[in-house]
């Protein structure tokens, strides 16, 4: 079967109705998922399994009328960024006016200091957060207030808030979730920086303003030089900048300045803006963008979720034939009936068993014999020295009720490391003992750092 291609939505609704079913299962329709087609492959596939998931997901969400209540946390977050984006605009058209003082006068390092000075802090805090992968510090405070919408019914979920929920932890948190909000950190920060960019110029082609500089604390010489540091990138690229006797002549109890000076102070704050606010902002925000879209190509469910779990033994659960491999050695004499073994078996023909540490009230399934149970260090090597010779299957069970500790988890890895296929485990149980899902779980968990595949773990 031909594997169609999923993308990062399809992945997020998997995640979302995940959700749902866990909290708000016994409100869900399943009638269309009844008869979903048994897979067809042998093996494990991710891109299948990913694929058997959408079509389930599409049909309940169908049947049960979900997609208006998926949509909706995404566009919750769309509706907020252009919120906030639009704040930002107000915030830096109002920076850029009051900076502008009413006797057409223009402090030109006040204004670079309320335009690109918070600017300035605020990139600073991304690139730690983004260093030392830190969210509190990569993402603004708007964009972290994006999150506290589908917590408001905490207390009392429904299945809005589930979905919402769900949508929050795939596209708000982890790599995603860090690219996103940056990107949506620059979009705020280039409205902020356009919006005083687009006022100074609107206002500086309607009035004439006198461009001037002072400082009580500072050496006289400090702005003066700093005026041709910034303005040496302004002059790589043909700006004309304010010359030293421009700039003294523009300091504060000075004469008025001429047309000449103006036009090239006005230069320099547009250029500055441009060069050290608006460019960089531009250059991370494509560096983001194509950083989340990375992260959501790679995006990939933890199967190892209980959920998945139990879904991947359902949807791709392999079915094995017992069949006699062997000539009948009197192929001219009737055979006995035998009793033909049930259509689906879990348990692979021929399977080898060895138990771990197994007592005597853990019973086996029927027609299944423990060639030997692993006690202590003579029996665990000659169970590795069984399963080195060994081209069939090798079975390994484990009391379910008992904790996986690193002990079970180092000796079940030397028996995987030595087999020649690819080993199985069964979960036993006890009937005075029941086993707890967090249990379970945990012996998934361990099955996968042993490199023993979900589908090849056989519960009872």
């Known amino acids: 079967m031909s594997v169609k291609k999923y993308t990062f939505s399809d992945l997020v609704r998997i995640e979302q109705l995940r959700k749902i079913?866990?909290?708000?299962?016994?409100?869900?329709?399943?009638?269309?998922?009844?008869?979903?087609?048994?897979?067809?492959?042998?093996d494990f596939s991710y891109p299948e399994f990913i694929h058997r998931l959408k079509i389930r997901a599409n049909h309940l969400i169908y049947e049960n009328a979900l997609g208006d209540k998926l949509r909706q946390p995404n566009q919750q977050f769309i509706r907020t960024r252009r919120i906030g984006l639009i704040i930002a605009m107000i915030l830096g058209g109002l920076a850029a006016s009051q900076a502008v003082s009413e006797s057409s006068t223009l402090n030109i390092y006040w204004l670079l200091a309320v335009l690109l000075g918070f600017n300035l802090i605020s990139l600073l805090l991304w690139v730690s957060g983004i260093t030392l992968n830190l969210q509190s510090l990569s993402g603004g405070i708007i964009a972290h207030l994006t999150r506290w919408l589908?917590?408001?019914?905490?207390?009392?979920?429904?299945?809005?808030?589930?979905?919402?929920?769900?949508?929050?932890?795939?596209?708000?948190?982890?790599n995603v979730g860090k690219w996103r909000i940056s990107v949506l950190t620059h979009q705020l920060w280039l409205s902020y920086l356009t919006a005083g960019l687009v006022l100074l110029?609107?206002?500086?082609?309607?009035?004439?303003?006198?461009?001037?500089?002072?400082?009580?604390?500072?050496?006289?010489?400090?702005?003066p030089k700093l005026t041709q540091i910034l303005g040496s990138p302004l002059?790589?690229?043909?700006?004309?900048?304010?010359?030293?006797?421009?700039?003294?002549a523009s300091r504060i109890g000075t004469s008025k300045q001429d047309a000449e000076t103006r036009m090239a102070w006005a230069t320099f704050l547009i250029g500055s803006l441009i060069v050290y606010g608006i460019f960089p902002r531009l250059l991370l925000l494509g560096i983001s963008w194509i950083m989340q879209k990375w992260s959501e190509y790679r995006f990939k469910l933890d199967l190892y979720l209980p959920y998945y779990i139990e879904l991947r033994q359902h949807l791709m659960g392999r079915n094995v034939k017992a069949e006699i491999i062997d000539a009948d050695p009197q192929a001219d004499v009737k055979p006995v009936d035998i009793a033909r073994p049930p259509e689906h078996v879990s348990i692979p023909a021929n399977a080898q068993a060895f138990g771990i540490e197994l007592d005597t009230a853990t019973s086996w399934p029927e027609r299944v014999v423990c060639r030997l149970n692993i006690i202590d260090q003579e029996s665990h090597d000659a169970?590795?020295?069984?399963?080195?010779?060994?081209?069939?299957?090798?079975?390994?069970?484990?009391?379910a009720h008992r904790l996986p500790d690193r002990g079970i988890q180092r000796m079940i890895k030397e028996l995987v490391d030595s087999s020649n296929t690819k080993p199985w485990l069964i979960l036993l149980s006890k009937p005075s003992t029941p086993v707890t899902s967090a249990r379970e779980f945990a012996w998934f968990r361990l099955a996968e750092a042993c490199g023993i595949p979900a589908e090849h773990v056989i519960t009872r």
């Open 383 to 399: 169970a590795i020295a069984l399963i080195n010779n060994m081209k069939t299957p090798v079975l390994l069970g484990v009391a």
């Open 150 to 174: 589908p917590y408001r019914h905490k207390h009392d979920p429904t299945i809005t808030s589930s979905a919402s929920h769900a949508w929050c932890e795939s596209c708000l948190t982890g």
């Open 235 to 248: 002059e790589a690229v043909g700006l004309k900048i304010p010359d030293d006797p421009q700039t003294v």
């Open 201 to 223: 110029i609107l206002l500086m082609l309607a009035k004439q303003y006198n461009f001037i500089w002072g400082t009580t604390l500072l050496p006289d010489g400090t702005l």
């Open 21 to 42: 079913e866990s909290i708000k299962g016994e409100e869900i329709s399943y009638a269309s998922i009844k008869n979903m087609p048994d897979s067809t492959g042998s």
